[in-house]
């Protein structure tokens, strides 16, 4: 497995609003490993140096720090608060710059640091600056300012007497008769009336068990007091699409979003929308309610397509209306021939692919025993992991409910007869392959540059969007289990698949094999022996 490791930088400075001056800000870094990979949630050592001058000047500052890093590859040190080397951060005079960050990184959490970056700082918290600079001269008082405006008027005074009331003027004449009322009259039984400040309005009647509520100022018939739903508007032009349609094969893990803006929070009811111009989908959504402002609604696509096109399904929701294409295409030819199913020393079930000259199991390896039944040990523990070269298993975070899925995760020395004593850890019959017979195998696909999505599941079931390229046509169905690396941790479920081979790659390293979610290519990579790595077996 390739460890090529790249770090990006970014300084970010904080004044404070405090009397006292800060003697700190902030710097943080996203480190990445061999195939830009992030080193996530691991303790690194950095060492950090002011340089005056240029990026090779003198250093006025030394530090060391050893965060860890988050789920993203993140890590945060404040400069001025760690251990301190050399050198006096608080009297570091910064008008007297430029001045450049350095920074030293040791990516297993020491101090061997071999990762060098050098950036100028452009701008330094004012309230550094001006700790240690001088004030400048009194400045000559201004002119004198205008006269202000005149004062509010004072308040009124007291009313006087009322005077004598007048004599009561002679009676007026008597006016005409109004119209009758014209309340309105109902048409059914429960019908009720509102007024809505011009005109008389009916409101039909409910149904049993409903409530009525005030929606938008009209008395409406609801049921838990959830007013129908609306929006303003449909995002007819960002419409998502996931999975995707081949012409007369079953519509799988195949959906599309819409987003939109304005939502009340009331309810829609459920929708089954027939396709247009290629026939045989159908695009579901289930009931529910739209959210305060902006959301989303997601429509799952079933059923069959008819021809080669695109599928059109007209979205007629709270009076907005979306046209959404989808495009079917021809059902891709599988290379892959499937086989009978085999079963392991523990009743395991595998299905088997042959894909040219080779049978294949199209599922990892589930086993916790070798052939001849002895136990292959099932280790938890992140240290005794890192010091075995013994043979072991384990389930990817410690997390039984994967391995129905993506099989165990086996270190190289249960996989190799030569460090296992002579055992098999694959079913009677069937072997770990080599690293030639992998070659084989990616030859007959193309190559290793458009192997790898021919040996791919479709869909982002058991792979993160976008999974590039998958056709799965070779029917190998290839998952992205992810890995355990030799100290113990688990990565990349989900983003990478990783097999093994029996062949050695020196004395530390054994070949394998690797896809991603990224691009359609295979990998051969060489791995350290304590990983743990997927197993795929050869029929012998």
């Not at 800060?22 to 080193?39: D, I, W």
């Not at 965060?67 to 008008?95: M, R, Y």
């Not at 006269?147 to 005074?157: E, L």
């Not at 007959?444 to 599941?457: C, N, P, T």
């Amino acid at each position: 497995m390739k460890k090529v490791y790249l770090l990006i930088s970014t300084v970010l400075l904080s004044a404070s609003l405090w009397a006292q001056a800060p003697q700190s800000f902030s710097y943080q870094a996203v480190v990445r490993g061999a195939n830009n990979e992030l080193v996530a949630n691991k303790p690194v050592g950095m060492k950090v140096s002011l340089l005056q001058g240029s990026e090779s000047g003198t250093a006025v500052y030394v530090e060391t720090h050893t965060p860890t890093s988050n789920t993203n590859g993140l890590v945060s040190v404040a400069i001025g608060a760690g251990t301190k080397v050399a050198g006096n951060f608080a009297t570091i005079d910064w008008s007297k710059g430029p001045y450049f960050v350095k920074t030293e990184t040791d990516l297993t959490g020491g101090t061997s640091y071999s990762l060098t970056s050098v950036s100028q700082l452009l701008s330094v918290p004012y309230a550094l600056y001006a700790a240690n600079s001088q004030p400048g001269p009194k400045g000559d008082q201004g002119l004198p300012g205008k006269d202000g405006a005149q004062g509010p008027k004072g308040d009124q005074g007291l009313p006087g007497k009322d005077g004598v009331d007048g004599k009561n003027g002679l009676p007026g004449a008597t006016g005409p008769q109004g119209p009758a009322g014209s309340f309105p009259a109902g048409t059914t039984t429960g019908e009720m009336k509102y007024w809505d400040g011009i005109t008389w309005n009916s409101v039909t009647p409910g149904n049993n068990g409903q409530g009525l509520t005030f929606c938008d100022g009209v008395p409406t018939w609801t049921t838990g007091g959830i007013c129908p739903g609306k929006i303003a508007s449909l995002n007819c032009a960002g419409v998502s699409v996931n999975g995707s349609l081949n012409n007369g094969e079953i519509a799988t893990n195949v959906s599309f979003g819409i987003t939109y803006s304005g939502g009340n929070g009331g309810s829609y009811s459920a929708q089954n929308i027939s396709s247009t111009s290629v026939l045989g989908l159908t695009a579901t959504l289930q009931a529910g309610s739209f959210a305060t402002g902006n959301g989303s609604l997601t429509f799952t696509v079933s059923g069959t397509p008819t021809s080669v096109g695109n599928a059109l399904f007209l979205v007629t929701i709270a009076g907005q209306v979306c046209s959404v294409s989808m495009a079917v295409q021809e059902k891709p030819s599988t290379i892959g021939i499937p086989g009978p199913n085999i079963t392991d020393v523990e009743n395991n079930t595998y299905k088997t692919v042959t894909i040219g000259t080779q049978q294949w199991m199209a599922e990892n390896l589930k086993t916790s025993k070798y052939s001849d039944g002895t136990t292959i040990p099932n280790i938890t523990d992140n240290t005794q992991w890192s010091n075995l070269t013994t043979g072991a298993w384990a389930y990817y975070n410690n997390d039984a409910t994967n391995n129905a899925k993506y099989g165990k995760l086996y270190n190289w020395y249960a996989v190799s007869p030569t460090t296992n004593g002579n055992k098999n850890v694959c079913p009677t019959g069937w072997h770990v392959p080599t690293d030639a017979e992998w070659t084989v195998l990616t030859d007959y696909l193309g190559g290793l540059s458009v192997a790898g999505g021919k040996m791919k599941e479709v869909g982002t079931t058991s792979w993160n969007s976008p999974n590039t390229d998958a056709t799965n046509t070779s029917l190998f169905t290839g998952l992205a289990g992810g890995n355990r690396y030799y100290d113990g941790y688990y990565s990349y479920i989900g983003g990478y698949g990783y097999w093994w081979s029996s062949t050695e790659d020196g004395t530390t390293n054994a070949w394998g094999r690797t896809l991603d979610s990224y691009n359609g290519s295979a990998y051969r990579d060489g791995s350290v022996k304590r990983n743990g790595l997927s197993v795929r077996c050869l029929r012998d």
